[in-house]
């Protein structure tokens, strides 16, 4: 089944210790993106990439940090999580180029996460 | 940031009967798709307009692309408590690498 793969579901942390959150798709799409979503401001782009070790920052990348080493994975990690980092996370996946007609985003089930 | 701009922000529907929600931009869009999230779900694709003035209908869900392809509406015939959820607009930068979404428009529905 084609699908995108987050991990975990959900997660409670404490501020300052870091965490990695997993995202897989299995669909060979070459484009990974992470968005966050927060009551009254829909999805907010994180980071995004279009190709193995080719990434960029989206509209709020402060705090987090992405990898892309292998097409299939790219993780999201939080050094140091703060407070104001709890949210609702999704990773998402397309083929390469949106421009194509209904090229469209895969998304996962997302990662609810809380930082005490 | 966010450019594309939904209203309403909710949408409070007796069912049965027709809404309707719109997504404006500041700029000219490359393209516009819609997606729609269940209450504890992701949001899923449910359409993509390219041309200016397009029009594509899924059933009930009738979707508009504006002449200038500076907006685009969504709009639901008899609506049903299938329908419950919040509906996003995203459009696409000329990059083709960014997707960028509005707040989104919740729908809730009465029996």
């Known amino acids: 089944e084609a699908q995108v793969t987050q991990n975990p579901r959900y997660l409670i942390t404490v501020t300052g210790k870091k965490l990695t959150v997993t995202c897989s798709q299995n669909m060979n799409h070459e484009y990974m993106s992470w968005y966050r979503q927060d009551p009254g401001l829909g999805l907010r782009q994180i980071y995004y990439s279009m190709n193995v070790e080719v990434t960029d920052k989206g509209d709020v990348p402060e705090g987090y940090k992405v990898s892309r080493k292998e097409k299939r994975n790219f993780p999201l990690i939080l050094e140091s999580p703060s407070p104001n980092q709890t949210s609702l996370y999704f990773c998402?996946?397309?083929?390469?180029?949106?421009?194509?007609?209904?090229?469209?985003?895969?998304f996962g089930s997302g990662t609810q996460l809380s930082v005490l | 940031g966010q450019q594309v701009m939904q209203i309403p922000q909710y949408q409070h529907v007796q069912e049965g009967e027709d809404f309707t929600t719109y997504c404006n931009s500041s700029?000219?869009?490359?393209?516009i798709q819609w997606y729609k999230q269940r209450p504890g779900g992701h949001p899923v694709f449910l359409i993509q307009?390219?041309?200016?003035?397009e029009v594509k209908k899924q059933k009930r869900l009738t979707f508009q692309f504006g002449e200038a392809k500076k907006n685009s509406s969504l709009h639901i015939t008899a609506t049903q408590t299938t329908d419950v959820g919040t509906y996003f607009c995203?459009?696409?930068?000329?990059?083709?690498?960014?997707?960028?979404f509005g707040a989104g428009t919740t729908v809730t529905v009465r029996a």
């Open positions: 998402a996946s397309s083929l390469w180029s949106l421009s194509r007609t209904n090229e469209k985003l895969f």
């Open positions: 307009l390219v041309k200016s003035g």
């Open positions: 700029t000219t869009l490359s393209n």
């Open positions: 995203a459009e696409l930068f000329s990059n083709d690498y960014k997707l960028s």
